[in-house]
């Protein structure tokens, strides 16, 4: 094939390579989360602490892997084959890079757990007191959510998603246990994720700054019906978060929907003996 075909040729094949992936960046753009790289929008601090190691984690792979192929790309010109009869120097040791690439390796991996440990830290920070303590139960199939402080327990059934109800602006802290086997409680948008884990009690501290409705999901495989453990949670303003509440309490003492009862569990989860069902019944 003569050159200039070939050229052409080439240049077609990136043409369409860059327009293909112009075209998928476009069409993942939708709602904003082509900025966040498919992440979805932080309604928690914790959420935005988590998005911005995402983000340290990205650009740092970007430089480095950007800085490998051009090496690669520089060794495959520097190094190309002029003369069939030539043999390529013979190079056995060379000290100074051998400790480069082992020590900056070592310092881009001491740099990333840094900030990840800081960022674990403050997840993990049960200093300020709570607003709202909610107990979280997993049971299979569904989730029971205690509310500790107003006495009251909503319940779902597979097929029938509970729904938990938290004010904006509170500071809210989940306890997670579990009767049966390990569940994982994910809020999709609070970009964080605990175990619930058997004759365990899990905490987690978060404070919710969006109104809105947020899809939540088991992620740890539990079983046949795993993929019906969903739940919703619905952020409120504090005065239409009251008035939730007060219909929530009043069903639960009516008995007229079965998935509202009185908490009749402790005010503070304990550590359960093995075998002891945590849920609070009517």
């Not at 049960?126 to 959510?145: A, E, H, M, T, Y």
């Not at 058997?198 to 969006?210: A, I, L, Y």
């Amino acid at each position: 094939m003569p050159a200039p075909r070939r050229t052409l040729t080439r240049t077609r094949t990136l043409t369409r390579i860059l327009a293909l992936t112009g075209f998928a960046l476009l069409a993942s753009g939708c709602k904003g989360q082509w900025s966040r790289l498919g992440w979805p929008a932080p309604v928690t601090q914790e959420g935005r602490n988590a998005l911005g190691v995402w983000y340290g984690s990205l650009v740092t792979s970007a430089i480095v892997g950007g800085f490998v192929i051009l090496l690669i790309l520089w060794a495959v010109w520097r190094f190309r084959l002029r003369n069939p009869d030539d043999l390529p120097r013979q190079v056995r040791y060379n000290l100074p890079i051998e400790v480069l690439y082992t020590v900056i390796p070592m310092i881009i991996v001491s740099i990333l757990f840094y900030f990840t440990a800081i960022r674990e830290n403050d997840t993990d920070q049960l200093g300020q007191k709570p607003d709202l303590r909610i107990n979280v139960v997993g049971f299979q199939w569904s989730w029971q959510f205690n509310y500790l402080d107003d006495g009251v327990s909503v319940t779902g059934r597979p097929g029938e998603p509970p729904q938990l109800v938290v004010p904006v602006g509170a500071r809210i802290r989940f306890y997670e246990q579990s009767t049966d086997v390990i569940h994982a409680w994910w809020v999709i948008p609070f970009l964080f994720k605990r175990d619930v884990i058997p004759g365990r009690v899990n905490e987690f501290q978060v404070k919710v700054d969006h109104a809105g409705l947020f899809q939540g999901k088991c992620t740890e495989y539990c079983g046949v019906d795993h993929d019906r453990m969903l739940f919703t949670v619905l952020a409120l303003p504090k005065d239409q978060y009251d008035a939730r509440l007060a219909q929530i309490k009043q069903l639960a003492q009516s008995g007229a929907d079965d998935r509202y009862s009185v908490y009749t569990g402790p005010t503070t989860p304990v550590e359960p003996k093995p075998g002891n069902n945590q849920r609070s019944h009517s």
